[in-house]
């Protein structure tokens, strides 16, 4: 997408549209809207040049990684480039402008001073918090028997809490505060049992799986019964909605939603700051504006006024992923505006376009060609195969790896595809919502870091001395949870549990693995390769634990890291195998150093925060990985676009899942929908629930939300795309087969290779460019570089004397944000210059030469220092 390009007519009537008045472009994927959108904020820019870029805003509306900010920074005049990099909403997210106004207001908005941006799992946090009375059942409605804890969900707390985090965030989405929750819900439970539908009604008997038909076989006290129950369900839900409302207040945390939520109330109870920002801001731009929730859309509309003067959308109803999660495009598209459709056609070729159109409104015809290409693997390992071999021989022909994407519907199914791409030599960009602590390199990492943290984390310290640096067999592991053959007699003895009678487990068990490996109990039944690995593993131990009081968490962390072998290229692995474990490493650093720095917190805090985490499928996305072959979510890659794409595992389940309801919707209309019949109950479901599902026909709207995902990812595509998926078919009743769908309908311009497919042997034949390491940080540098002026002068003298003396050091020194930093290392000392030149040295080259010394230098033969025995064991 290039933005400087010649507009065509209807672009440019978006640019110069009026700039008083709401403008809504509209157009199918790749007819240029997004084009037009910058275009548009660039010339209002350049208009009147006193006017400030930050008081323009160009966003999205979910933090998602988005070209918008490179676009605006290459169409705006040079002069405005560096300041369109620092304003964080000029391409970035809505929330962005939400939190600056909270931050500016916070008194006003009831906030503690300077809220904390936060996201999602650390709401889960903070929703734990709030909830543990709840799951204790330690509410005073409980014990005095106002409220039946058996609620619809309850029987699994995990599930019941994720439903219910889920529907609070929609309804902060949707601006519904606890107390008008609780009044939609008891109005919504009025209206249903006073006036109940007809159950026997042959349209919903049909459409109603057997196993659930006797759901609706209710009388009128099996009503009323339900009915209690729903309002029970109702005021728990709402008073654990306000309980975490509150935790975040007292925390004086937000996330995105909550920030959008909370500033479009500040405006709307506060005209008079209202109104500064509405003098303030000169304009808005929103791309993807299909994606706004109905509480962005207030936000939106207390900063520029309910017509929304000076606003200009662009969006695609097609290509609205969100509205299960929230979205409202019927309200975006049904604003008063003046509405510009585009019908070019600038990134799709005509048989892409074609499939783009039949993945939503089913096999559509178009011109004969193979740039649609489809593969069926008989299991997902040849699926992934298949793509890999593709790949290959794609970049073997000259296609840069930028230029392909593999597109998935949910990162859970992310690594299969990966590490095909990886063993073939490939290198990748992952963008989506990673479950980073999931990934087996970065595990290896934690465990290393809780082995220097907490080496009674038995479970950790077990992964730890499985890593590179230990590496021991499954016997040494078993010796070192045993008892020593010749135990210290102990000084006194554990006190006894209350239950120790009935009880066989030793305490004694609780300590001790990291006993035998922190004090060497068992090292004398240790084999000789065993034992010396794990006195290097004690002695590395020691230098972490240090590393934890004399450095900042980030730098102890990439240390330990370092230290430890994880990012040392392992045998037989590719270069690209390499270069993603060393992304997935940078990537945990990041988090650390981020979230270390912004709750003030320790190494072990962090740790304990990464346990009760996951990242998967939600926003906000992140890019972790250089230049190469990008996998991703189809959330994250809207706005892009690929010469090559391949949609991956379209099979019932996966691409679209199977629809799962939760344990309780929400009706605006019905109130509160709880599925499980709980109680003195002979039937599994709500009556309420079998009719809603068929009455509002959920299982349509999560397949159509699938359709429309499926036709966004396709619509990434300039050149060819391939759609992939594994196994055999279904019937496509519980989910829609989207790959049969195209197989069945023998199109001219779809090639099937499915069973026609056999591995080319050309893998190997293209050249694959090794990223760089980084340069070393000031915050962390790798052990080994890290020296001060009096040791880089003595490895003048004898580089094995320096190295022998401050091996055991090595990451342990104070910050060096007081040295000078140089290719081969850092040098400690805050007149570093002066010293050096005092020595004799003069220039960087010079001072680069004794840093390899001092890693690499032989004894000097006139040394009497190097004839003595060293006095420490270097690790």
Request: with cysteine.
């Amino acid at each position: 997408m290039n933005v400087l390009l010649e507009l065509d007519a209807e672009q440019q009537s978006a640019v110069e549209a009026p700039h008083d008045t709401l403008v809504l472009l509209t157009g199918s994927a790749g007819s240029g809207k997004t084009t037009a959108l910058i275009r548009r904020a660039a010339a209002r820019m350049a208009h009147d040049p006193a006017i400030a870029p930050a008081r323009f805003i160009v966003t999205t509306p979910l933090p998602r990684p988005s070209s918008l900010r490179a676009l605006l920074r290459t169409a705006v005049e040079p002069r405005l480039r560096d300041e369109v990099d620092t304003v964080p909403w000029l391409g970035g997210d809505l929330a962005s402008v939400a939190y600056t106004i909270l931050t500016e207001h916070a008194l006003a908005a009831a906030l503690p001073p300077n809220p904390t941006l936060i996201d999602d799992e650390e709401a889960e946090i903070a929703f734990e918090r709030a909830g543990a009375s709840l799951f204790a059942l330690e509410w005073t409605e409980f014990v005095s028997a106002e409220i039946d804890p058996e609620l619809a969900g309850m029987r699994a707390p995990e599930r019941f809490a994720a439903a219910a985090l889920r529907l609070f965030r929609k309804l902060r989405a949707a601006l519904i505060g606890p107390d008008e929750f609780l009044e939609r819900a008891l109005r919504g439970a009025v209206r249903f049992y006073a006036t109940p539908p007809n159950f026997a009604d042959p349209a919903l008997l049909g459409a109603t799986r057997e196993d659930y038909r006797d759901s609706l076989a209710v009388d009128r006290d099996e009503l009323e019964r339900q009915r209690l129950r729903e309002v029970d369900l109702a005021k728990v839900l709402a008073r654990l909605y306000q309980s975490y409302l509150d935790e975040l207040v007292k925390t004086g945390s937000l996330t995105a939603t909550d920030a959008i939520a909370e500033a479009a109330r500040l405006l709307a109870e506060r005209p008079e700051i209202a109104r500064r920002y509405r003098a303030e801001f000169v304009a808005a731009f929103v791309d993807d504006a299909q994606d706004l929730t109905l509480g962005s859309l207030r936000f939106l509309q207390a900063l520029f006024g309910k017509e929304l003067a000076r606003v200009t959308l662009a969006g695609d109803r097609n290509q609205a992923t969100q509205t299960l999660a929230g979205a409202r495009p019927e309200r975006v598209f049904g604003l008063a505006a003046r509405s510009i459709e585009l019908h070019g056609s600038y990134r799709m070729s005509p048989p892409v376009a074609a499939a783009a159109r039949s993945a939503l409104a089913g096999p559509q015809p178009g011109p004969s060609s193979g740039a649609v290409r489809l593969f069926r693997g008989r299991t997902l390992a040849e699926e992934a195969a298949f793509i890999a071999d593709e790949i290959a021989h794609l970049v073997g022909a000259g296609t840069a790896p930028g230029e392909i994407a593999l597109v998935l519907r949910s990162f859970v199914w992310m690594r299969p595809y990966r590490d095909a791409l990886v063993d073939a030599g490939l290198p990748i960009t992952m963008s989506g919502s990673i479950d980073l602590y999931d990934e087996p390199d970065v595990e290896d990492a934690l465990s290393l870091l809780w082995s220097a943290c907490d080496p009674f984390r038995h479970d950790w310290l077990l992964r730890a001395l499985a890593t590179p640096t230990v590496r021991l067999n499954d016997f040494g592991l078993y010796l070192l949870c045993g008892e020593p053959s010749n135990p210290q007699t102990a000084l006194f003895e554990l006190p006894d549990e209350a239950d120790s009678v009935r009880s066989r487990w030793d305490r004694r068990r609780n300590l001790r693995l990291a006993l035998n490996v922190v004090r060497g109990d068992r090292d004398a039944d240790l084999d000789e390769r065993t034992r010396a690995a794990v006195v290097a593993f004690r002695e590395r131990r020691r230098r972490w634990e240090r590393s934890l009081v004399e450095l900042q968490p980030q730098d102890a962390a990439a240390a330990i890291i370092a230290e430890g072998g994880l990012r040392a290229e392992l045998p037989g692995e590719t270069a690209a195998r390499t270069a993603l474990r060393h992304d997935l490493l940078d990537a945990l650093l990041r988090r650390i150093e981020a979230y270390t720095k912004r709750k003030r917190a320790s190494l072990h805090d962090f740790l304990t925060y990464a346990e009760r985490t996951s990242l998967a499928d939600r926003a906000p996305f992140e890019t972790i990985g250089g230049d190469g072959v990008t996998i991703a979510s189809v959330d994250a890659l809207k706005g892009r676009e690929f010469a090559h794409v391949f949609v991956c595992n379209l099979r019932a389940g996966a691409f679209p899942a199977y629809y799962s309801p939760d344990a309780f919707l929400f009706s605006p209309t019905f109130g509160i929908v709880p599925k499980d019949n709980v109680g003195d109950a002979t039937t599994t479901r709500t009556a309420k629930f079998t009719w809603y599902s068929h009455y509002a026909k959920l299982k349509d709207l999560y397949a159509d939300e699938d359709r429309r995902a499926f036709h966004c990812a396709i619509s990434r595509a300039r050149e060819t795309v391939t759609l992939t998926a594994s196994g055999r078919p279904t019937r496509g009743i519980a989910a829609p087969e989207l790959l049969a769908e195209l197989q069945n309908a023998r199109l001219p311009y779809i090639v099937d290779l499915s069973g026609e497919w056999r591995p080319r042997r050309t893998r190997a034949t293209f050249p694959l460019v090794r990223r760089a390491a980084p340069p070393p940080r000031v915050q962390g540098p790798p052990p080994g570089t890290i020296v001060r002026v009096e040791e880089l002068l003595e490895a003048q003298r004898c580089p094995a004397c320096a190295r022998r003396r401050h091996a055991m050091q090595l990451a342990l020194e104070a910050s060096p944000s007081c040295g000078e930093v140089f290719a081969g290392g850092i040098v400690l000392g805050i007149d570093v210059r002066a010293k050096l030149a005092a020595a004799g040295i003069r220039s960087p080259g010079e001072v680069e030469d004794l840093l390899a010394a001092f890693r690499n230098g032989d004894p000097s033969p006139d040394c009497p220092r190097c004839l003595e025995p060293p006095s420490e064991t270097v690790g």
